[in-house]
């Protein structure tokens, strides 16, 4: 009976836990936010380092599973911390290169349900055309970045086109990341882009895009289930 009750103790006490991961997400993003706004950088520094292990806690509440979405999770949290070690253009290229990683092992963990993708569609011309932008906005500032810039821009799109094939929401979080990073490389690389506090534009977009991308791979995967 005690080993019983431990076995039943164990199994809860992981998904107890995870499961107020959710809430604490969403928390996390919203203080991360306001600080973005209030310029309160020792604030907005420590909540993003959170946000990425907070969504991947609940993604595996929710699934107990998807390691292909965890992996670009973990990725993604590595390009949140890790460039903060470096200055220049070497912060810049450690933050292509572990996001590169996190959009390869998405379009990996997307490509079973390509078929169902816009890959073949018409749709995917409003995808090479927002690319296409982005590159003619980018290209004349980017100097010697401006290969690696092309490579993560054309995994990034094909990322985004074939999230359209896991979920609707899955989609839309696709596009929306798209446009977060499509905003970094405007702010590190077109001289007339200067809205108004930029980093909180790209961290609203990349919060709402990471968990619209998770939403959805949720969402299908309970679908098969059922």
Not at 11 to 19: F, Q, S, V, Y
Not at 37 to 46: E, H, M, N, R
Not at 87 to 100: E, H, K, P
């Amino acid at each position: 009976m005690r080993q019983q009750t431990g076995a039943v103790a164990e199994r809860t006490a992981g998904p107890l836990w995870t499961r107020a991961s959710a809430p604490a997400f969403a928390a996390d993003a919203i203080v991360h936010l306001a600080a973005q706004l209030a310029g309160a950088g020792t604030v907005a520094a420590v909540t993003q380092w959170l946000l990425m292990p907070l969504l991947a806690a609940a993604f595996w509440s929710a699934t107990a599973g998807g390691l292909l979405v965890l992996a670009a999770l973990g990725f993604s949290w590595l390009g949140d911390t890790v460039p903060a070690l470096f200055a220049g253009d070497t912060r810049f290229l450690a933050m292509v290169g572990l996001f590169l990683c996190a959009q390869v092992t998405y379009i990996v963990a997307f490509l079973p349900d390509r078929r169902r993708s816009v890959l073949r569609r018409p749709a995917l011309l409003g995808y090479v055309a927002a690319f296409g932008v982005l590159l003619v906005s980018c290209a004349p500032g980017a100097g010697g970045l401006l290969v690696p810039v092309i490579c993560y821009g054309v995994c990034l799109t094909l990322m985004a086109v074939l999230a359209t094939g896991v979920h609707p929401l899955t989609g839309v979080g696709g596009a929306v990341f798209f446009v977060s990073d499509g905003l970094i490389a405007l702010d590190a690389f077109a001289p007339w882009y200067a809205p108004p506090v930029p980093a909180f534009w790209v961290m609203l977009t990349y919060v709402v895009g990471q968990a619209l991308i998770v939403a959805g791979v949720v969402r299908a995967r309970s679908a098969v289930a059922r």
